[in-house]
């Protein structure tokens, strides 16, 4: 069965950073393509991060500079740094795999920037 875990959320000021992390279990880590998304209240879920079997990574316009998505394909474990962290990053983080249509989510993990 497929597992994806998030961690890592939590309450921070404007400024401050969070590193998150998505366990996984189940699929062929090192061959599969990883994204984090997020969705806040009242909005559609949008994709933040993504990076490719190659190690290739793309971030949305809005995180761009401040977040750093990467992988330990020892660990089957993805991360996203998130540096530099303002009140419109406060959203649910999810793990999901493919990237651009995920067939697999995490539960979840709560980031929340206070001014």
């Known amino acids: 069965q497929v597992q994806l875990v998030e961690s890592g959320g939590g309450l921070v000021q404007t400024g401050g950073s969070l590193r998150l992390s998505c366990a996984t279990s189940g699929i062929r880590f090192s061959n599969y393509a990883m994204a984090w998304y997020r969705q806040a209240p009242g909005k559609q879920r949008e994709l933040v991060a993504g990076?490719?079997?190659?190690?290739?990574?793309n971030y949305s316009n809005s995180v761009k500079g401040r977040f750093t998505i990467s992988v330990d394909n020892a660990k089957k474990t993805m991360y996203l740094q998130m540096d530099s962290l303002k009140p419109e990053d406060t959203a649910v983080y999810y793990c999901?795999?493919?990237?651009?249509?995920?067939?697999?989510w995490g539960q979840g993990t709560q980031v929340t920037v206070s001014s």
């Open positions: 990076i490719s079997s190659h190690s290739d990574t």
């Open positions: 999901a795999t493919p990237i651009y249509t995920p067939t697999y």
